[in-house]
């Protein structure tokens, strides 16, 4: 049983009650207490909020520039570049699951993200220092120069060095920052439950927010102004966050690590192997055994006969023994109906998971080669010549999401609605495979641009050279704008489908790995990326045709590149059509769900199909 627990950072009295059992450790029996918790609510949403905003600005401030950064001051060659970020992004992403583990285990949220945002502080400030002191970064390379020297080995591991603190930083806040902000409502009253939606608005609202202004204003400064500058800011506004965290201590509900949900699982997964031998059950549903402790916090699900070898986990063998409530003795020999249907539930994501994410590959691409296309592009501005930074393209990215997002909100759900009778509009897996669908239309698009693009600039008249690339094309950079609003469209549908998806499905004691999912399906992306990067740059550089990630997009085929992970997303997308029509959404069964209230069944038709 999950138990939460709380530490009361007030001796005010309590405006409402929310706790649960405490077992104490040198006793036999289970007491229970409730604890008084004050849950302020909007009261310490500026220390939340303010955190968050700075914090965004930080974070992203440092990182959005960073392919610039490496291959400008750090002089890495492009695929150097790409395969670090690549390798970075997973890190993080894979980082999460740990923070999530850690965090529910062990330090709970508070302490976690304490932790993460000193990190991310740290990291701010060493990259900071890699651009300021001369020492940590290589010799700048004079125009004329063909060959420029790259970076020591000190030099590298002092940028290692802040990458892993940002590591540790954003791997711990991802998964937790938000559950934080919802835990300062009370769950259970009106204006609480009002207060969390609100607060999940706020919270996209600042995450977009960060994104566009570091997209522009930070980024301009560090291309265009200085690199020492442009790094200073967000670490300030980093440092800025913590002041802004630490200032609402005393002011915080700070829930407690309540144990791994992740022992349930490995329990499943242990009886079965254990108990493989014992026949199948004939009338699961009825036989196997069942039991639910008292507050059970799960919603209650019935039996389904897919991954029936799980089945034998809850099948009570003559040597199984009983508690006098119910309860197995040893919950390493004998597991519940429910706790085997929860497993399934798990199991049942993992294949939608995995399309998920190969789907990301888009996203991965076009957060970086798109960057480079723009340094080979005509990026003017205007008559006065203004120059956008390259990084900065990525920004129509966010906006196409951001933009979409209100539309499908307002216009195509409400229109959706009234044709398919679903309060969603459509289902989330519908929600899904859209993404992909559009994910794919992106790339395609992205290797018709970067035809263009090279055309431009082996046919016509070019704009000078760019640094360490070669002639610049007197294309528009502004035709990067459609795919990457088609990638923004993508997201609207994908990144958010998934999100939804993963809390919806997953048993409610585990929402916490549910949010990690999504950033290990990304990380699981970013280096399946960098992988595909290094092949088809081995492959090709000595090929009749010349390597299609030349350092000089012109002398590479980047168009055949885009064209190649489109034809693994078609792929991709079949797989998931197939994967669709097996799933069966969590509680579901030909369409209809069975809750089970005080021994009452209770049928009520689910309009979440497949």
């Not at 290589?138 to 603190?165: D, E, I, R």
């Not at 723009?374 to 129509?396: E, H, K, N, W």
């Not at 949010?515 to 740059?537: K, R, W």
Request: hydrophobic share 45%.
């Amino acid at each position: 049983m999950e138990k939460k627990h709380f530490e009361v950072e007030s001796s005010e009295p309590s405006s409402a009650v929310y706790g649960g059992p405490v077992t104490a450790v040198d006793s036999v029996q289970e007491d229970v207490h409730e604890e008084k918790v004050v849950f302020r609510g909007w009261k310490v949403m500026p220390f939340i909020i303010g955190n968050e905003t700075f914090e965004k600005l930080g974070i992203i401030g440092t990182l959005s520039n960073l392919l610039v950064y490496l291959t400008a001051v750090f002089n890495m060659k492009s695929i150097q570049a790409a395969t670090l970020i690549n390798a970075f992004s997973g890190t993080i992403n894979f980082g999460t699951f740990i923070a999530a583990f850690l965090c529910d285990t062990y330090f709970g949220r508070y302490k976690t993200l304490s932790v993460a945002v000193i990190a991310c502080f740290l990291g701010s400030l060493v990259i900071l220092l890699t651009a300021a002191v001369p020492q940590l970064h290589p010799t700048a390379c004079k125009a004329a120069a063909s060959v420029c020297n790259g970076p020591s080995g000190g030099q590298v591991a002092f940028l290692l060095m802040g990458l892993g603190f940002l590591v540790v930083g954003a791997g711990g806040i991802r998964p937790c920052n938000l559950a934080f902000g919802a835990d300062q409502f009370n769950p259970k009253s009106e204006s609480g439950k009002r207060g969390i939606d609100s607060f999940f608005n706020w919270y996209f609202f600042t995450f977009t927010f960060a994104q566009i202004l570091s997209l522009t204003l930070v980024v301009y400064i560090q291309s265009n102004v200085s690199w020492t500058i442009g790094l200073t800011i967000p670490t300030v506004l980093m440092f800025l966050a913590c002041l802004i965290f630490f200032a609402g201590d005393k002011l915080y509900v700070k829930i407690k690590a309540s144990g791994s949900p992740m022992a349930s699982i490995a329990q499943v997964m242990t009886v079965a192997i254990k108990k493989r031998g014992l026949k199948p059950a004939k009338q699961p549903w009825l036989s196997l055994y069942n039991y639910y402790p008292p507050k059970y916090a799960n919603s209650k699900l019935k039996y389904t006969d897919q991954f029936r070898f799980l089945d034998k986990a809850a099948i009570m063998a003559p040597e199984d023994k009983l508690e006098a409530d119910g309860k197995p003795v040893d919950p390493w020999k004998l597991c519940t109906m429910q706790q085997v249907e929860e497993v399934k539930c798990i199991v049942r994501v993992l294949p939608i998971w995995f399309a998920a994410s190969i789907y990301y590959l888009t996203i991965t691409q076009q957060m970086t080669y798109p960057v480079f296309q723009a340094l080979q592009s005509d990026r003017r501005l205007g008559s006065r010549g203004f120059v956008i930074p390259a990084a900065t393209y990525v920004v129509f990215l966010m906006t196409g999401m951001t933009v979409f997002i209100i539309i499908y909100d307002r216009v195509l759900v409400p229109t959706l609605r009234r044709i398919t009778g679903l309060d969603t509009g459509i289902t989330l897996l519908q929600r899904i495979g859209t993404g992909i669908f559009f994910a794919v239309a992106s790339l395609i698009v992205s290797g018709f641009v970067e035809e263009r693009r090279r055309t431009f600039a082996l046919t016509k008249p070019t704009l000078g050279m760019a640094p360490r690339k070669g002639e610049i094309s007197s294309m528009s950079a502004l035709w990067l704008v459609p795919q990457l609003t088609l990638a923004g469209v993508a997201e609207a549908f994908g990144a958010i489908g998934q999100m939804e998806f993963y809390y919806k499905q997953f048993p409610e004691n585990m929402r916490s790995f549910a949010g990690s999912i999504f950033y290990i399906g990304v990380g699981v992306s970013s280096y399946l990326g960098s992988f595909l990067i290094a092949t088809v740059h081995r492959t090709t550089r000595n090929s009749a045709g010349g390597n299609w990630l030349a350092e000089d997009l012109n002398k590479g085929r980047l168009d055949k590149f885009y064209f190649m992970i489109a034809g693994i997303l078609v792929v991709n997308f079949a797989y998931f059509l197939v994967i669709s029509r097996w799933y069966r959404y969590k509680g579901s069964d030909d369409g209809e769900t069975t809750y089970e209230t005080n021994g009452d069944i209770i049928k009520q038709q689910d309009k979440n199909t497949a």
